[in-house]
């Protein structure tokens, strides 16, 4: 059915019974700092210093391509999956179009958006159905794509990217899953590794967790069911610090199991909707990390697909 | 069935009847400059010279995000389509995971990737079944993805950007649909515009066409059903260059009618199997054009899904 | 990721907060008359004696298909959408498989399978997240599919099948919108049509409503916007004598907008969650309208996909 | 873009180069016996009488499901997959629509229709490009779906069905892999079970090959591998005897691999292109041998979606 319908469905399927009552106290974080209109959040504190600064970061002009290959057989936070289908469209026993023979592969991809090395738009994570800026799951979250918070809000991220070697700083080749990176592992690594932390930057963990994918001795299975990753108190650290998005080389950005038993991705709820922060997994930061590049020019642009929660990305990371 | 499958099926998927014998005489242009194994063409232009030299164009830390947003209703080739679903796993009459009450939406994407804002891989446009580097069809191009020419193969796309304002050089407000863009008006409009064009480089077209989109007086049958673009001449000449892309603010880059009656697409031939040079569909340029930007700082990290002809994209322009 | 996971995302995955306490006091009608662990409702009236016995209503050989053509221009309840896709997997440019030029067609679907002619399975519609058999939305309606309730657990519909001709009760060539068919137009109908309505029959209502889809003027809008149907006192009425499933010639079955202000699907209700009776929608009765045919053999084989809520069908209708 | 396109790009797309030029001289087998227009092939064979006839061998009432259940994990020829998900649109946080706080579950199908219990549509197999009365893959099967023999110009099948035990015949559990039915098994068999087979018939054959499934020692890889089935002879006496559909208990209903080699789904092209018969694959007819049930009233109602070549089904022998 097309897009316009009359009145009589139209009413009918605004019958919503039971939409939870605005709740006439909303928590104090499900008002953003950036008004009660915004809907990007930390993306905010992209400037045109913040940009021009991070450019001049680009000292050697090498490239890093921070999106990890991604394919039917990534492993994917269940039930998601995906799959691409090539086919060459009405060119069987032709050739193609026009006197010049023009022939063309096309593709389809079937499946979840939130595979393999994705942002995790403000509209992903929520705290018991509330979301950024005190948007509500009935409100927003329609089958048809989301209203608000979608991707197609955020322009793209760009600005200084920072990168910690959590697999250095606890000196390890690679850091073993339910390893929380703490507020202090966070402030030493940092101090180490020769790098600060400011507004609007870009954090990346490194923990070569990546190696159980690619490595001598990948173990898919491993990879897949915990990880290490951002604990509580160095997501609140993050936050405070007001930074504008943090990724990891996991699947999951955040430690699992979770630090206190009984908990569920609660740093996923600290930098989403109670501070607007963009959360980045699967990031393969190891090429920065063999490089020791702790600081650089960070640049993602995601594809704005109208109402998308998440999407597969590629940012680049340039010093 | 799982990927593992035993001899006897796997020899009858080998009985693969009459593929095309190899020629034995290739067309000169089926051999890479960069060599028989090469799956990514121009982007071997890319060095750290050249991206060092286009991170020293942002002077002004000001973001271009060049993808239009895309939707359902984003026209498209037929019979490509597209649709995003949002749901909560799981989640409808529970409180999420853990006792912090993780809420969560996720997306699945059905669709063709050839939609909207989109990068053509060297994959996807060829002659007569013949692709860059005298891949034939039959060879890489199978239903489970791209053997070779993948879009999984490229790292992504930095260099120096220019925009060339084909409407200004034109003298309209919008370019009408098929105006060819010739060597000679493409050298005039980079002399007036003041700006040269060089190996490496990602050149950008601008036509306001997509004001029939989103102006004041939508027109998307007319914007899907021709358009001003690339002509032949024009094609040569930015091959001959050594641009490593080539984007305009169109569906279809090139001229639409053909210059020439019977021709469908030539320009896609000259610049994709003969000269491996990307093709960026759908950038929307007006912004660059409105400020006079005509070089800048150009990153494209596109989704490396393994087998993918085109992707949708997003490039960011920073001057 | 494969099926076998670790325990660590296990218990994760577990950590359901807040689900639905066991209600202490369920509805009655939550409590199968056909026991606890029963699935499929009203299908349970399928007898060896009945299947004969309808088997016997074939007089003349006639058969009737009742599924509608189905496509992606045929009217949807929002946002559902589907697509079909044909490729000809690795053939271009080759002759297939083996030395006798196997070649072939595959085809993809992406969409909704509650579109077209369709069954709602016993998973489909509820009261309040409650479905029948008291089953509560979190337990058994995960995004992997149904575990419970799920069509693969119905064999088929086999049975005597009564069309009740509504527009010639109401006499007119169509019905309008709006119209509810009440316990006394059931009845009346049913009278006057010379046809009984018994346990395990299969009812179907033809209206005439999909002249708006192929008729001498066709108006999918109007088709799609409201429609006749059963009312509830219908619904009850037909639960009551025990039959097995409804159907109509709409895409709703029942009438909309609604009898009562604020009401809706409250006849899905009734049937469904309530009865165990399963709904059949966008059936084309008009032939058997034609031909006066009021009781027939019917019989129905909906593919069995594993947790699938709604199946896209075409029951067989035969005297 | 909406199906209506202007008369530019319609041109450009109808400037197909090189299809193939109309043969002079079509091999016999490419015009049906049913005439030049004739779409459906063997289903012409369904006569009232024959209808008729079968229904009435209907004699104890006894429905046989012959689809068997179908999922993600269901072996497949590969790249084919599929996915079911489910969701509720727009009611997480809300009881759903109306005061009656109606709730209820959705279903989206991802994936190839050619997967588990299936009929192959006369588009489905040809003999290099070509297919049943003579269509070419490039004159019918394009993208968007099949414009000729798509399987929603067939209204069902309905008739008499006859199965084979060919375990029985062979005198074994399973049939093992790599043995052909040939012409003298089928009249050995049909003689020791007391059947005929006509004009008309659907022939099912039994294996108890899917005990690989379901059985004591599932072996899923060798189910896929290869398979007991139809030989040339078979194929060729069945076609003899103007059969309207052949299916058995296998993912590809004939002998695998081929009794000559070098061949390759030889009993299809016999069957489809050449004689204008549906085969049938994935029928559970386990049950009918177990009950020494050899003739039945057999009634398949496959969904009629536009275009498609293959579909999902699940026929119902009664008898």
């Known amino acids: 059915m097309s897009a316009t319908r009359n009145a009589a469905l139209a ?11 605005a709740q006439d106290t909303k928590p104090e974080w499900a008002t953003s700092q950036w008004g009660p209109d915004d809907e990007i959040g930390a993306a905010n504190t992209m400037t045109p210093e913040r940009i021009k600064s991070a450019a001049g970061l680009v000292t050697e002009g090498k490239m890093y391509s921070l999106g990890m290959i991604v394919g039917s057989d990534t492993p994917a936070f269940p039930p998601r999956s995906l799959s691409v289908t090539v086919l060459q469209p009405n060119q069987t026993e032709t050739s193609g179009l026009g006197e010049n023979a023009f022939t063309y592969n096309d593709d389809i991809f079937m499946g979840w958006l939130g595979i393999g090395p994705q942002i995790d738009g403000l509209g992903h994570a929520g705290v018991d159905h509330m979301y950024y800026n005190g ?23 760009v600005g200084r990217g920072v990168m910690l070697d959590m697999a250095k700083h606890f000196g390890t080749d690679m850091v073993e899953e339910g390893t929380p990176y703490t507020e202090d592992d966070i402030k030493a690594a940092a101090e180490a590794q020769g790098v600060s932390i400011g507004e609007g930057d870009i954090v990346l963990f490194n923990s070569n967790w990546m ?22 108190s160095g997501a609140e650290y993050l936050a405070s610090l007001g930074v504008m998005a943090v990724g990891a080389d996991t699947w999951g950005m955040e430690v699992v199991p979770a630090e206190e038993e009984g908990q569920a991705f609660r740093a996923h709820q600290i930098l989403q909707p109670e501070h607007g922060i963009y959360i980045l997994e699967n990031m393969d930061t190891r090429e920065l990390a063999q490089d020791g590049v702790h600081e650089f020019l960070f640049v993602l642009g995601q594809a704005r697909i109208k109402g998308a929660v998440q999407m597969i990305i590629n940012p680049i990371a340039i010093r």
Chains 1, 2, 3, 4 share one sequence.
């Open 11 to 21: 009413a009918l399927l605004a019958l919503t019974a039971g939409a939870a009552a």
């Open 211 to 232: 190696n159980l994918l690619d490595g001598d001795a990948p173990d898919p299975e491993r990879f897949g069911a915990a990880e290490p990753g951002l604990g509580v």
């Open 135 to 157: 948007h509500t799951v009935d409100e927003f979250a329609g089958a048809a794509g989301l209203s608000k918070l979608g991707l197609e809000k955020l322009p793209g991220l």
